[in-house]
């Protein structure tokens, strides 16, 4: 009893002080099974475009142990913030960079797929597509917006600061001229001003 006493007095006292702004985390399976189940659905997913038997049991199989995978790592790290506390304000920054980045592949791919359908002459799928991709540019820069305000250093401050509103900041006028495009494509196309 009075070891168990111990090691929770121990437990508390190591939540209490940490002694780097960075999470050292525990060891974990869940990123190489994620590893080898997303290898598993990248071949799975060319045997069945190219039209093996198996291709598509393995597609099924590989994206049931990806979506496993993902939601047990999850698990994880929703202990880790907040049962163990070790998510400091560093570390709740880059997951939120991380995000942000997420957002900014996601929109990469939904323009791709309006302009393969705008190629195959497919109005709806163009639109929607279209529309996707605007509600992402603009959560980005909204996100983008909130990350500067947040931010607790400036251009001046270091070299840090400087490189990371020197690539940031085109990143994010890029995103915001893109977004006026798309939208003024997205109207042209809703209101028959194009026509497929």
Same mark, same amino acid.
């Not at 939540?15 to 659905?41: E, G, K």
């Not at 291709?55 to 880790?80: M, R």
């Not at 506390?85 to 996601?106: D, E, P």
């Given at each position: 009893?009075?070891?168990?006493?111990?090691?929770?007095? !121990?437990?508390?006292?190591?939540?209490?002080?940490?002694?780097?702004?960075?999470?050292?985390? /525990?060891? %974990?399976?869940?990123?190489?099974?994620? %590893?080898? %189940?997303?290898?598993?659905?990248?071949?799975?997913?060319?045997?069945?475009?190219?039209?093996? #038997?198996?291709?598509?049991?393995?597609?099924?199989?590989?994206?049931?142990?990806?979506?496993?995978?993902?939601?047990?790592?999850?698990? /994880?790290?929703?202990?880790?913030?907040?049962?163990?506390?070790?998510?400091?304000?560093?570390?709740?920054?880059?997951?939120?960079?991380?995000?942000?980045?997420?957002?900014?592949? %996601? #929109?990469?791919?939904?323009?791709?797929?309006?302009?393969?359908?705008?190629?195959?002459?497919?109005?709806?799928?163009?639109?929607?597509?279209?529309?996707?991709?605007?509600?992402?540019?603009? !959560?980005?820069?909204?996100?983008?917006?909130?990350?500067?305000?947040?931010?607790?250093?400036?251009?001046? /401050?270091?070299?840090?600061?400087?490189?990371?509103?020197?690539?940031?900041?085109?990143?994010?006028?890029?995103?915001?001229?893109?977004?006026?495009?798309?939208?003024?494509?997205?109207?042209?196309?809703?209101?028959?001003?194009?026509?497929?």
């Amino acid at each position: 009893m009075t070891s168990n006493l111990t090691k929770l007095n !121990l437990k508390q006292s190591k939540l209490s002080f940490q002694f780097f702004p960075s999470h050292l985390v /525990d060891r %974990s399976i869940w990123p190489l099974m994620l %590893s080898c %189940s997303l290898f598993a659905l990248v071949i799975g997913t060319v045997q069945y475009f190219h039209g093996y #038997s198996t291709g598509f049991l393995l597609l099924k199989a590989a994206a049931l142990l990806t979506l496993i995978g993902a939601a047990y790592w999850w698990k /994880d790290v929703v202990v880790e913030a907040s049962f163990q506390g070790h998510h400091t304000k560093k570390v709740r920054f880059g997951i939120a960079q991380g995000f942000n980045l997420f957002i900014l592949l %996601s #929109s990469g791919g939904f323009i791709t797929y309006a302009h393969h359908a705008l190629i195959a002459n497919n109005r709806k799928a163009t639109i929607t597509g279209l529309f996707v991709t605007i509600v992402l540019a603009l !959560l980005f820069t909204f996100l983008q917006y909130v990350e500067y305000n947040q931010a607790s250093f400036t251009f001046a /401050d270091s070299v840090y600061g400087s490189a990371f509103y020197a690539t940031t900041g085109p990143i994010g006028l890029h995103f915001y001229n893109s977004s006026y495009i798309f939208f003024l494509l997205y109207y042209y196309l809703l209101y028959n001003y194009i026509v497929l």
